[in-house]
Nanobody, 124 residues
Framework: QVQLVESGGGLVAAGGSLMLSCAAS????????LAWFRQAPGMEREFVGA????????HYTPSLKGRFTISRDNAKNTVYLQIDSLKLEDTAVYYC?????????????????WGPGTQVTVSS
């Protein structure tokens, strides 16, 4: 199995940018499809986007596409989430998740492994 740990969260002014990282250890990193989710207070966990095992293809929630960019570096066992033009509503805990499958599922239950999350707070 794989262990995931997110980092890079913090307090950011609206309009700013942030890059989150998710470092993995354990079983071969390149065998996992990786996704980012987020959960705002009182809300359900929401799919942000995902990247395939080789980093060739990505899929995003349509409302977030354009401001969010996912990339991965298999040599560093790390997946990234770049967030631009931050909005107040981007405030949430951001999680990375891993799946052994090959399909860009958007539901929480389709991902086998999760990190503990990193808090992103956007201020006005």
């Amino acid at each position: 199995q794989v262990q995931l740990v997110e980092s890079g969260g913090g307090l950011v002014a609206a309009g700013g940018s942030l890059m989150l990282s998710c470092a993995a250890s354990g079983r071969a990193f390149s065998t996992y499809l990786l996704a980012w989710f987020r959960q705002a207070p009182g809300m359900e966990r929401e799919f942000v986007g995902a990247i395939d095992k080789n980093g060739d293809y990505t899929h995003y929630t349509p409302s977030l596409k354009g401001r969010f960019t996912i990339s991965r570096d298999n040599a560093k066992n790390t997946v990234y989430l770049q967030i631009d033009s931050l909005k107040l509503e981007d405030t949430a805990v951001y999680y990375c998740a891993a799946s052994t499958g090959n399909i860009f599922f958007v539901d929480v239950g389709s991902y086998n492994f999760w990190g503990p999350g990193t808090q992103v707070t956007v201020s006005s």
